[in-house]
């Protein structure tokens, strides 16, 4: 299967930004739009971002548009996740996996906490 794992977390304060990193093995990468999630304590995991397999087309929830971007690079399996003007709202551990149908399985997240 797939193995996900996602780097660049941390301590930041508001309006700091971040970069997260997600390295996926295997060649299923590059044939599949991929997406950044995020889970803040006591909520459900939410999409933030979602490129195509091409990298030609992003989404991004509205919370978070003008703000953060993803791009990716198909060559080292890797998408990325920059994050810019952070918000206390922003804390949550972030994860990668397929977009817009996640696989049934997470790899152990990036956790990114914002102080106020």
């Known amino acids: 299967q797939v193995q996900l794992v996602e780097s660049g977390g941390g301590l930041v304060q508001a309006g700091g930004s971040l970069r997260l990193s997600c390295a996926a093995s295997g060649s299923i990468f590059s044939i599949n739009a991929m997406g950044w999630y995020r889970q803040a304590p006591g909520k459900e995991r939410e999409l933030v971002a979602g490129?195509?397999?091409?990298?030609?087309?992003?989404n991004y929830a509205d919370s978070v548009k003008g703000r953060f971007t993803i791009s990716r690079d198909n060559g080292k399996n890797t998408v990325y996740l920059q994050m810019k003007s952070l918000k206390a709202e922003d804390t949550a551990v972030y994860y990668c996996?397929?977009?817009?149908?996640?696989?049934?399985?997470w790899g152990q997240g990036t956790q990114v906490t914002v102080s106020s």
């Open positions: 490129i195509l397999s091409s990298g030609g087309s992003t």
């Open positions: 996996n397929r977009f817009p149908t996640p696989l049934g399985y």
